[in-house]
């Protein structure tokens, strides 16, 4: 069967080619409603496909956003890329979502790949600072983008981020108040900017009431769970700590992981902050304290950003608050 057109459709409607091109783009000023209906009754009976990439060659849009996030089994990613799924969606684009792995040589065929596909823009969720090979690909490519999360270039491009250093000091400072004084750092990669900043907020904090931590309390578990619990296992057998701060609530669940392995309690015997506040943490018991980023919202205002950009060439540098929830896993001592 032979892929239906849009000449199909107009001699089936008894109309123009560019009257049916008119409903097709949302384009109707002037056209009656009875013409408009009977387009769109015939589209649906149908079932009509428009050709995107021929639309795109006469609008010069695809309505395609590029996603491209370094590792998608971290819950926080999956949260981000809905709010931009939804925003997007809301303005007619889909979205095309990549997964990097963390991985530069992937990235940037994914960015290739991507401009292959036309797409109007991409939101880019990259490593610390975008490498040479990732700049020529955006530069290669002229698509605009906008730096989600992560990326030392936010002061260069269009870019939204967390205040990484006031999460980390709200962290110490809640650990502080609760009267800790024994206490860690579960940090990620140490080539990551969010991870060093939020390590400087929570120093940050301990110096203003004399503190120093120490390098060996200062633990790389590189954001994820397993190399978390076997650091933080480690760490407790030769260590005496009350409370660790984890740099993002992935880790977290890594020291939940081995403090009941060492038959610690929680907040009894160790108190746990995390940073994120991804879904995951509502089924920890107890229930985890946390550096909350608005996640969703981050996503939707990245997308957002990029359409306007896209749209009405506005540019603009966002930096969104963070905010302490405090449950069951911390406890003053």
Do not use: W
Not at 143 to 148: G, Q, S, Y
Not at 196 to 219: C, T, W, Y
Request: charged content about 25%; hydrophobic content about 35%.
């Amino acid at each position: 069967m032979k892929r239906l057109t849009i000449k199909d459709i107009a001699a089936k409607s008894g109309v123009s080619i560019s009257t049916v091109s008119r409903v097709l783009n949302r384009k109707e000023e002037g056209m009656s409603q009875e013409t408009r209906e009977k387009v769109l009754q015939v589209i649906e009976e149908l079932n009509y496909q428009p050709n995107l990439f021929a639309r795109g060659l006469i609008t010069k849009q695809s309505k395609l956003l590029g996603l491209v996030v370094p590792n998608i089994q971290n819950p926080f990613f999956p949260e981000l890329c809905r709010g931009a799924e939804d925003e997007a969606n809301r303005h007619q684009y889909s979205l095309i979502i990549c997964n990097s792995d963390d991985n530069a040589a992937k990235e940037e065929s994914y960015l290739r790949l991507l401009n292959e596909k036309q797409v109007d823009g991409i939101l880019l969720s990259s490593g610390d600072n975008l490498s040479v090979l990732t700049e020529k690909q955006l530069e290669y490519g002229n698509t605009p983008f906008v730096l989600m999360d992560r990326g030392g270039n936010s002061g260069k491009y269009n870019s939204i981020f967390v205040d990484n250093e006031k999460g980390g000091y709200l962290a110490g400072r809640h650990l502080i108040e609760l009267g800790h004084r024994k206490v860690a750092c579960i940090i990620g990669s140490k080539n990551l900017r969010n991870s060093n900043e939020r390590l400087a907020g929570f120093r940050r904090a301990m110096m203003e009431v004399g503190m120093e931590l120490p390098d060996d309390h200062i633990i790389n578990g590189e954001f994820h769970i397993e190399p978390a619990y076997k650091q933080s296992k480690e760490f407790l057998e030769n260590k005496n700590v009350t409370a660790i701060f984890t740099c993002n609530d992935l880790m977290a669940c890594g020291v939940y992981q081995a403090a009941s392995e060492l038959g610690m309690k929680i907040p009894d015997d160790l108190s746990i902050i995390g940073f994120d506040d991804i879904p995951l943490v509502s089924a920890l018991i107890p229930k985890l304290t946390t550096i909350r980023q608005d996640i969703y919202n981050m996503g939707r205002r990245a997308a957002k950003m990029l359409i306007d950009h896209i749209e009405k060439g506005e540019n603009d540098i966002v930096i969104f608050e963070p905010s302490i929830i405090v449950r069951g896993s911390t406890k003053a001592i």
